[in-house]
């Protein structure tokens, strides 16, 4: 898996859009860009998943810029509840089997 | 929506003893794994299960673990003569295709050993 760096840690407001980047300067080009959302106490939880451009849900929104070199989660108008941890993995789809967790950034959302 | 259980929630135990941690995957996913979170620390990759053998395993997954799925339904991590360095929240995990992308993971199971 393509070694990622995200800020180890961000704090919000209630309200506001949070953005969080990612570096993978040595994305490979099969690689696919994943992030996940661990609550205190609980195990991971997918949110996204992309390849190029723009992808959105339900929860948040994946940017990705042509080189793909970096990536930005954008979690629209936070509340109290999304206080996380928010991971960045690349790696290639397709090889299942391990997900290589870094320190990912720690999220706090206060009133 | 369904679920990735994990049993028990809490289990505490004295070092030397074995324990064994159990999951219900969710059932119709093909792929189990453990991972581990020592208090403090980044998840760590344990072992990956599929086809009634593991598929990988980390250098942390030595002789005195060992994975099993018992019946159709279960999956267990078996951690023999634990040592208190072993005290972690064990999540287990489980996806129905082989792209890696999307596992879901179980509540996790909060181990002491003292």
């Known amino acids: 898996l393509a070694k990622t760096t995200q800020p180890i840690s961000m704090d919000s407001y209630e309200g506001q859009e949070v953005n969080i980047t990612c570096s993978h300067n040595n994305i490979a080009t099969n690689d696919y860009i994943t992030w996940y959302q661990q609550f205190p106490s609980q195990g991971p939880r997918f949110i996204i998943q992309?390849?190029?451009t723009k992808v959105t849900n339900e929860v948040a929104s994946l940017f990705i810029p042509a080189d793909r070199k970096s990536s930005t989660l954008s979690l629209p108008r936070v509340s109290l509840s999304d206080t996380a941890v928010y991971y960045c993995l690349v790696g290639l789809i397709g090889s299942w089997g391990k997900l290589q967790f870094g320190a990912g950034t720690q999220v706090v959302v206060t009133p | 929506e369904p679920e990735v259980t994990q049993t028990p929630s809490h289990q505490v135990t004295q070092m030397g003893q074995e324990v064994i941690l159990r999951c219900v995957p969710i059932s119709n996913h093909l792929y189990f794994y453990w991972y581990r979170q020592i208090l403090g620390q980044k998840v760590e990759f344990l072992v990956s299960f599929y086809n009634n053998e593991i598929s990988e395993k980390s250098e942390i997954f030595d002789d005195q673990f060992s994975v099993e799925r018992p019946d159709g339904s279960n999956f267990t991590l078996k951690i023999r003569s634990t040592k208190l360095e072993d005290s972690a929240m064990y999540f287990c995990?489980?996806?129905?295709?082989?792209?890696?992308?999307?596992?879901?993971f179980g509540p996790g199971t909060r181990l002491t050993v003292t």
């Open positions: 992309g390849y190029k």
């Open positions: 995990a489980s996806s129905q295709r082989e792209e890696n992308y999307e596992q879901y």
